[in-house]
């Protein structure tokens, strides 16, 4: 059955508001913007790094690697996800006896440092993701404002 002249232009009218509606939401909203990217600081300190741990590569509790009561995590390979890892040894020596030790590292961690001539980098997703903070190999920094208890995984740089 035929709709009426009348009530079918009506049909019509009201569709092409509704969709008309609709792009001038996404557009008010953003959601036709382009995607954001991320981006990366380079965080290197002073070239005196230091691990406690056996590996190339540190993350630490607090700021500033130098801190007398700091937990750390020691490292060699990439870590597509820091959410099941714990900081398990003390800047000072020994395990248990300083702030942060035995705490997820996962949105915890402060500070970096890079003994060897590799540099490392942090993210703020998993599998090396998001906006990162860099040192250079031989170094240590603090983790930016945007990285500092926000990160998710770690890389190490080129073999030098």
């Known amino acids: 059955m035929a709709l009426p002249k009348f009530k079918h232009a009506v049909l019509v009218r009201l569709a092409g508001v509704a969709l008309a ?12 913007a382009t995607p954001a990217h991320a981006q990366g600081w380079n965080v290197t300190g002073p070239h005196n790094a230091q691990c406690k741990g056996a590996g190339l590569y540190c993350l630490y509790y607090h700021q500033d690697v130098w801190y007398s009561n700091n937990a750390e995590w020691s490292f060699n390979n990439y870590t597509p996800d820091l959410g099941s890892w714990k900081f398990d ?35 703020y997703s998993p599998n090396y993701t998001g906006n990162f903070n860099w040192i250079e190999g031989g170094s240590w920094g603090n983790l930016n404002s945007y990285l500092v208890n926000n990160e998710a995984s770690t890389s190490k740089g080129n073999l030098c």
Not at 21 to 32: C, D, I, Y
Not at 105 to 112: D, G, H, L, V
Request: contains cysteine; aromatic residues 8%; glycine residues 22%.
């Open 89 to 123: 040894l003390c800047s000072g020596g020994g395990s248990g006896s300083c702030e942060g030790w035995n705490t997820y590292i996962r949105n915890n961690a402060a500070s970096m440092s890079a003994v060897g001539c590799a540099g490392m980098t942090v993210w």
């Open 21 to 32: 509606g609709t792009a001038g939401l996404m557009a008010f909203t953003g959601l036709t």
